[in-house]
């Protein structure tokens, strides 16, 4: 298990912005920068055998990416960032259900005066 384990540390050593940041890619005769991202973990575990239950061990990762957008030249010749549509509605979602819980919240707590 400890050989495992040090090849997965091994493997992952040099993760990091690396991740986040991809290669300058040519698109459209431009340049642009992809923007993502990068989670991941790993896990594991073992236990000594027992009157109910032989030894064990195990483990497991996982992880995911996506892709937020890319930074690209504007006509003026600066940098900006342009977000991936996708990713912006995914980041949304908790925020346009909270406000939603919020204003039922609110709508439930009736008049100010009691009425309902």
Avoid: W
Wanted: proline share 8%.
């Amino acid at each position: 298990m400890a050989e495992a384990f040090t090849s997965l540390v091994d493997a992952f050593k040099n993760v990091g912005v690396a991740r986040a940041y991809g290669a300058p890619v040519q698109l459209g005769g431009e340049e642009v920068i992809p923007v993502a991202l990068v989670s991941f973990g790993f896990g594991g575990g073992s236990a000594p055998a027992s009157a109910d239950a032989p030894a064990g061990s195990g483990g497991g990762g996982g992880g995911f990416v996506l892709p937020l957008g890319v930074y690209t030249r504007s006509q003026g010749g600066c940098t900006v960032f342009k977000p991936n549509p996708v990713a912006v509605l995914l980041a949304m979602a908790p925020v346009a259900c909270a406000v939603g819980l919020s204003l039922r919240g609110l709508a439930r707590r009736g008049s100010p005066h009691g009425c309902r």
